[in-house]
């Protein structure tokens, strides 16, 4: 407070001028004073790119990655962390490496002087990054024969890029907005997950109708992790489990919702059909998924399970009834075709080069006659054509080349047939390699002349029959049909634990993956199942034998059992169990 100006001598007694000085200031700080605002805590998010080490060989190689920005990230830094290894016989002093993200380059290194792994970490321009993005390592891998560069490529000139390869963000969270799209957002936000802090809470005692429509939308968020060792956790809304998650979906039937949660639900809304409504609460985020009877909650669930349906839904709250269509997500289904990159892959310089794609099929499907690889090509007219070719391996077997013409340098679609009975399995590696050679001449350059594009129209169209092998390896094949659940019954036990709460997360988390479509049906049971049920479904048991009395029954036939007590499990001839 300013002393002079209470202190000088006028009309005004000293007191007067306190009070009148203290009112006006506080009007002041009333209507001009705003609060600061609270600065967002920076977090980190490191994002691998492939759970399997690949090799490029050829004196020019390349190597593409992707990954994906949320959208309420605010990033301040990405840090790219390359481990690789490059050839014993490589010359360190003349072989290079470019990176670029979304075609543009912006980095460029040479690989140290060692013949092990290797990292290299890379400042990624904050400003290039997207909500989807390629990233491509490109370069020129050399051998030289007494200091001179070796003029013919040999299986000596290589790259492998390692699973341990990454992405570190550093950034600050836009905070959730009240839309419901903006919840799905941030609850489905592979951030979110990974750091444990989403979850569906259910009644502390569900029913089997609230488990049936927890499972349909937990597997619709399931099915867009990228990472098998993530999970959505299932508890109920009271337990530990849950307690340090503020990203949560409260799927209940309304006489079973938490007393809190019941008083942001209107009466009115009840009565119109099942209720989406996002509330938050001290920093904490839900969505409550609830309705009178079982059926509309069911229902609510599926259009949950939408994903196109979610990020559409601008408001904050949406009624679901009975006419209401929620449709069958197209998520991850293509028809049995599937593209080989978003974007066209251009191998830059002669002679060897090589592309490689990552492509997932369902679970459910197996390799039959007919599949093809479909694949766009254009490339540089003045070739030598008698040495130029085409050839497309799958899973690292070669399964068909094709002579470069110069009449298809403007655009050719080439097709070629991977043989009927190769297995596939659900994560497929196409590699394209093209040999691109000048006229008169062995030597091969790296010049920056886009020798080859492999266009975005280039697929993989896979022609599948169905798993019929019942082995633990072909899980959960038995249990969907086309990417839906397949009559699917769950009998769980009728007081569940926090045991049988983590048992259950894990069994819908993994049916949730390989699920496409939010159709399907399946049932749960807190009682052994009919005769009927059990020959007319596929059927999941899980519990003790005590509390499941289906288990108990199917002993003698498991694979791995339970001694005559129940006390332990016992091993056979098929599987080995610790106790």
Not at 31 to 51: G, R, S, W
Not at 220 to 232: D, F, K, M, P, T
Not at 380 to 393: E, G, H, I, P, Q
């Amino acid at each position: 407070m300013n002393n002079f100006f209470i202190n000088r001598l006028t009309g005004i007694r000293q007191n007067g001028i306190n009070k009148w000085f203290l009112y006006l200031l506080a009007v002041l700080c009333f209507f001009f004073v705003k609060p600061l605002p609270v600065q967002a805590a920076t977090q980190t998010f490191t994002e691998p790119f492939q759970n399997v080490a690949t090799s490029q060989s050829g004196q020019g190689i390349r190597t593409d990655m992707y990954f994906v920005k949320m959208g309420y990230w605010q990033v301040e830094t990405a840090k790219l962390n390359l481990n690789f290894q490059v050839s014993q016989l490589a010359d360190r002093t003349l072989s290079d490496l470019t990176v670029a993200i979304n075609g543009v380059k912006f980095a460029s290194f040479r690989p140290d002087n060692t013949s092990g792994l290797q990292t290299h970490s890379i400042d990624v321009p904050v400003n290039l990054i997207q909500g989807s993005n390629q990233l491509t390592v490109q370069g020129q891998v050399l051998t030289t024969d007494q200091g001179t560069v070796e003029k013919t490529q040999t299986p000596a000139n290589w790259l492998t890029v390692y699973p341990q390869s990454n992405l570190n963000f550093t950034y600050t969270l836009d905070e959730p907005e009240p839309a419901i799209k903006s919840f799905y957002q941030h609850f489905s936000g592979q951030d979110t997950i990974a750091k444990g802090q989403a979850g569906i809470a259910v009644p502390k005692a569900p029913s089997n109708s609230e488990l049936a429509a927890a499972t349909y939308a937990l597997a619709g968020y399931a099915r867009v992790l990228s990472n098998a060792e993530e999970a959505i956790a299932i508890a109920p809304s009271d337990s530990e489990t849950l307690a340090n998650r503020p990203y949560q979906m409260v799927v209940a039937r309304y006489d079973h919702l938490p007393s809190a949660v019941k008083q942001q639900i209107q009466t009115r809304d009840l009565n119109r059909g099942a209720v989406l409504q996002t509330v938050y609460t001290n920093g904490r985020y839900q969505l409550i998924v609830t309705a009178k009877t079982d059926t509309l909650l069911v229902k609510a669930a599926r259009f949950v399970a939408n994903q196109e349906l979610m990020q559409e839904t601008k408001a904050t709250k949406k009624i679901i009834t009975a006419k209401t269509q929620t449709f069958s997500s197209s998520l991850q289904d293509f028809g049995n075709h599937y593209a080989l990159s978003p974007t066209d892959t251009t191998l830059t310089g002669s002679g060897h080069q090589q592309a490689v794609f990552f492509v997932k099929l369902p679970m459910d499907r197996t390799n039959a006659d007919g599949s093809q690889i479909k694949l766009n090509l254009r490339y540089a007219k003045n070739l030598d054509f008698s040495r130029s070719l085409v050839t497309a391996s799958v899973d690292d077997r070669p399964i068909g080349s094709w002579r470069l013409t110069q009449a298809g340098a403007n655009g050719k679609t080439i097709t070629l047939t991977v043989p009927k009975n190769m297995p596939l399995a659900n994560a497929v590696t196409i590699r394209i390699a093209v040999d691109l050679a000048l006229p008169g001449t062995t030597t091969t350059t790296n010049d920056q002349t886009p020798w080859a594009t492999i266009g975005e129209a280039s697929e993989f169209r896979v022609k599948s029959k169905p798993q019929t092998s019942q082995l633990f390896r072909n899980y959960p094949t038995m249990f969907l049909k086309q990417g839906a659940f397949d009559h699917v019954a769950v009998v769980r036990p009728a007081q569940m634990t926090n045991t049988d709460f983590k048992t259950l997360t894990n069994i819908v988390n993994l049916l949730g993956s390989f699920a496409k479509r939010n159709t399907g049906t399946i049932t749960y049971y807190d009682q052994a199942p009919s005769e009927a049920v059990l020959a007319a479904n596929n059927v999941i048991a899980f519990g003790s034998p005590k509390a499941t009395r289906l288990v108990q029954t199917l002993n003698p036939k498991l694979y791995f059992r339970y001694n005559g007590n129940f006390t332990r499990l016992v091993a056979n001839e098929v599987l080995m169990a610790k106790r």
